[in-house]
């Protein structure tokens, strides 16, 4: 158990509609950060956020947002959803922004849009 | 920007075989370079880094990787594997310390597929 607890599990919806996903990091952690797995992408950074605020950014679309919030949680809304959104997303914590590496993930999102 | 390329997606071995995961990266300053690895079912974590020092890092279950700078590579490798080390590696770079970006670009995976 990584300590990052992430919700739903597994999370089915169609085209068009929008969905939230939440990440609860380890405690302790201030930064957050989203990626987004698929089978022809790999692993792709969608976003970071470090003690509530934006830190780095990655290819996320704009149909995408995410922030975290003061009890350092955060969300990520997938809106306007495609079938090409069909993928596993997920959180990961590590204690300060700043580069020691060592990110503990969740054990992801699995969006399937249909 | 910084980009990871893992040559392998499938390797399939027998137990007690060597194994070498390569691993090349693209990025001209300094980096830290990390193996993170996925077992059936479970979240990523953390198996060795690399920051700075002795270029040859040992990690947990008997893993180990080598930074060789001239040639951009990270390769990593277990002298005997076992049927637990089916699981499926990512090699990942972080650009260089002092700056506010800090991504952590991953390569694509390799896939590990031990046989008892």
């Known amino acids: 158990d990584s300590g990052v607890t992430q919700t739903p599990k597994h999370l089915i919806t169609a085209t068009g509609q929008r969905v939230t996903l939440r990440c609860s990091p380890r405690s302790g952690d201030l930064s957050v950060y989203w990626y987004q797995q698929s089978l022809d992408q790999g692993l792709q950074f969608l976003i970071q956020?470090?003690?509530?605020?934006?830190?780095a950014k990655g290819n996320i679309l704009e149909r995408f947002s995410a922030q975290q919030f003061p009890d350092l949680h955060s969300e990520l809304n997938l809106s306007s959803l495609e079938l090409g959104d069909s993928a596993l997303y997920f959180c990961a914590s590590s204690v300060s922004g700043a580069g020691t590496g060592e990110l503990f993930f969740g054990e992801g999102s699995r969006l399937t849009v249909l | 920007a910084q980009s990871v390329s893992q040559h392998n997606h499938h390797v399939i071995l027998s137990e007690a075989a060597s194994l070498e995961l390569g691993c090349n990266y693209s990025?001209?300053?300094?980096?830290?370079l990390f193996w993170y690895v996925q077992y059936p079912g479970q979240h990523l974590q953390l198996l060795l880094k690399y920051f700075s020092g002795d270029p040859l890092v040992k990690g947990i279950k008997g893993f180990e990787a080598e930074f060789i700078k001239s040639k951009f590579s990270f390769n990593l490798r277990k002298p005997s594997v076992q049927w637990s080390d089916t699981a499926e590696y990512f090699c990942a770079v972080m650009a260089g310390s002092g700056g506010s970006n800090y991504k952590l670009t991953f390569g694509k995976g390799t896939l590990l597929t031990v046989n008892p």
């Open positions: 956020y470090y003690n509530g605020e934006e830190r």
């Open positions: 990025y001209g300053g300094t980096v830290n």
